[in-house]
């Protein structure tokens, strides 16, 4: 699946597929908290500091209760 695509991606240091294969994960998943947050933390590692907060606040919108995702929008928001 896209998301465990993504998930190797990550694994592996390559950050622009991983982007790619969460946006598909997202994009077939809408609800995906997880996906939400992995693409996130993938474009914050890429420096696109804009896309990762509204992946990251995506994440939050579908489990309030994503402590990393809480996490990393602190950590993104503490870089500014």
């Not at 390559?14 to 598909?24: G, I, K, P, Y």
């Not at 907060?53 to 919108?61: N, R, T, V």
Request: hydrophobic share 45%; glycine share 8%; charged share 30%.
């Amino acid at each position: 699946d896209w998301f465990a695509r993504g998930l190797s991606a990550e694994l592996h240091g390559d950050l622009h597929s991983a982007v790619t294969f969460f946006r598909t994960a997202v994009d077939r998943r809408p609800r995906h908290a997880e996906a939400w947050f992995r693409l996130g933390a993938a474009l914050m590692g890429l420096a696109r500091r804009e896309e990762a907060e509204d992946a990251l606040l995506k994440a939050i919108d579908c489990d309030q209760g994503h402590i990393p995702a809480w996490r990393k929008l602190g950590n993104l928001y503490s870089a500014i």
